[in-house]
């Protein structure tokens, strides 16, 4: 037997559990900081939550589900996305009678999708979701957008962009699916087969055919901006106007139209420019009909969802992790056998004070314990031997200041706390550029006689009118 994970999953190893722990970690906080709150339902639903709800005709059910019969012979199913369940669990809860509106929740959970697996395609992924649940306005939307621009910009990605379009409301959708229907049928023998079905079923998903999308009569298919409520043009107007003012970087896409059936009005999707071909990172929209469909009030509502391996792959191709810091921050190293036990005690005392610590069990070389302790990247390496023991104390050496002291055992963690606050505000200080001259001469910072009208290209006033001396005879190497 040949015991292999399971194709198109993943095992994801402490190093990647990092990653995916500090992104969700953020993406959590900014998501509270915009007023959601946690959802969790179960991994499965029953199969008609998602095939009523994603649309029959949509990949997700026709190809992509996990579909079994439990003991009790009911159908069920893995879930393949987080918005249908989320709506069942508010209307179930009949949540709309006691919260108040917009109920804005968020999600962090694996999905399951029986696709080909490809680089960013899995068939169990996870998706961090936001819905906002009875929300009407344009400016949910724009709001919806910009905190989706603030968790990105907030990683560190820098080079993303959103795909917008406006499928109008339900009424004017129907008048350009009749259209659309018009259109393609004269061309329906050169339409592929998954094409055939959806013009059946739902002829806008033809729009979407990564086969057909390229053939020249699609060229000519009506647009669905010519069919739009002047309504729904103005809302979309809103939201457009909104992220110009926040200068979010997106394009129309007149084509877009998302493979779940549920969508109407907005729906967006965001790409890494020059990585498209991994596919969205993430993406949403307005789905205004669904808590009527699962039985509950009609109430509009927008979300989105992104896809987390896809963020982190985003990430790690920007080198975002590059840096990434392990969070260990003592490395204890016994340097003789006879040093064992009170080592141990030094480390467990240290761990009883929550500092990360790391021991040396098998009291190797020096040198191969200083590797470990780069390896492993510990702020301090924490050195005992014979003298240090008897004297109830530890060798501290900073790791990269490679400064190192005797310190008694009791003063310990409270050495460390300091150091590790005078770090965190040396990188601070670094990372806001406070006072950072770039002056040879003052390279003290706080007594730079250019302060932060400095005529450098780092700083603020790069114009040289804006420098203390006119730009004239500027101490700054920088100097133009
Ligand atoms: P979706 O576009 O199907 O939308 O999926 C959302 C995101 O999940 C995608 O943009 C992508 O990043 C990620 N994703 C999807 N499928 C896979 C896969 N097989 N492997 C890796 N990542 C994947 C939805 O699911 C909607 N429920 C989003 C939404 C929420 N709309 C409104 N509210």
Redesign the pocket.
Known sequence: MDYKLPR?TEDFLPEVTTKREITSNLLRSIATDFGYHEIETPMFENLEVFSRTSGESSD?VTKEMYVFKDRGDRMMALR?????GVVRAFVEHKLYATEELPYKVYYLQP?F?Y?RPQK????Q?T?F???AIGASLPENDAELILQIFHMYSSLGLQNFYFKLNCLGDDASRKKYVAELKKYFEPHLDELCEDCHARYEKNPLRILDCKVDCNKDFFKNAPKIGDFISEESKAKFQTITDYLEEYQVPYVLDPGLV???DY?SELVF??YEKGHEDN???????R?NSLVKELGGPDLP???????L???IQALDDNHIFDQLDTGLIAYVMPLEKSVFQYAFNVAMHLRFNEIPTEFDYACRSLKAQFKSVDKKKAKFAILIGNTEMLASSVTIKNNETKEQKLIRVEDLVNFIMDELLKMQEAAEKEASHEGSCCCEEHADKDSCCCQDKCACDEHEHKEKDGCCHNGEHCECKHEK
Do not use: D, K, N, S
């Open positions: 198109g997700i393949p996305e987080g918005t249908a999905a999708r696709e960013g395609r899995y068939r992924h998706q979701g936001l819905e998302r493979g779940l969508y999707e965001i596919g969205a990172i993430g993406a949403g929209g789905y509502c927008v979300g989105f969802a992104t896809g391996e896809r963020l």
